[in-house]
């Protein structure tokens, strides 16, 4: 395992692939876009929309959060370029993101001292509100809305990563890692894009989502604690 990890900072870019894409997962599975997704296609069911027409819609809405989160990366990777301190960058990306981590660790076990990372309330309420409209303007809208304001919510890991590759490849190595990153990134909404085909798997991701609120922190917590310490220690 610390051979493998070792390898990652080698000069051969194929050997990171597991990193960036297992960080892109790791960064997709918070609740944030799950949950207006669900809301998004159980509303479509609602409508009687055919399942291709749903399979249409929700492809449009999770390649806007795609391009709109790619878009944030190359914004990240260059303004850390342009800056000229990759490395302490890159150093206190781990540090937050180890940090967010152990706050998520702390919601799962202490429930009673929690700290919210979700979407504001008003912007809930407004992607909320144009995905009811189910037109494609008013999706695109509601995707692009849901992709800004769930960097703050899950945006730790895609910080790190860009400020991570930034001090270790050029600028189209690490376009192509960002590509994969944010594919790995909506993975988790295609799953369970293709999932609500069936009302009543859809019914219960919604459920599971909502009972094992828990668990997420705590998976997410470790996951993002653990990735921090990787990059922090073995990376950099």
Request: hydrophobic fraction near 60%; include cysteine.
């Amino acid at each position: 395992m610390l051979n493998f990890i070792a390898n990652l900072n080698s000069a051969n870019p194929i050997s990171m692939i597991p990193l960036i894409a297992s960080a892109g997962f790791i960064d997709g599975i918070h609740p944030c876009a799950i949950a207006i997704l669900l809301f998004f296609i159980a509303f479509l069911l609602t409508l009687r929309r055919s399942f291709k027409n749903i399979l249409f819609l929700g492809v449009v809405y999770i390649s806007v959060i795609y391009l709109t989160y790619l878009a944030v990366g190359i914004g990240l990777f260059s303004g850390v370029v342009f800056f000229g301190q990759p490395h302490f960058f890159a150093k206190l990306g781990s540090w937050l993101l180890i940090i967010f981590g152990l706050l998520h660790i702390n919601n799962a076990l202490f429930p009673q001292m929690r700290i919210n990372f979700k979407i504001p309330l008003s912007f809930n309420d407004k992607a909320r509100e144009l995905l009811q409209k189910a037109t494609l303007p008013a999706i695109i809208a509601a995707a692009f809305l849901v992709a800004l304001c769930s960097i703050p919510c899950s945006g730790g890991v895609y910080a790190v990563i860009t400020a991570f590759l930034a001090s270790k490849t050029t600028f189209f190595v690490g376009f192509l890692y960002l590509l994969l990153y944010n594919l790995m990134f909506v993975m988790p909404l295609f799953i369970i894009l293709v999932l609500s085909a069936n009302p009543y798997t859809l019914v219960k991701l919604g459920e599971w989502q909502q009972t094992n609120k828990k668990m997420q922190n705590l998976v997410m917590g470790l996951a993002m604690a653990a990735l921090g310490a990787v990059i922090l220690i073995f990376l950099i």
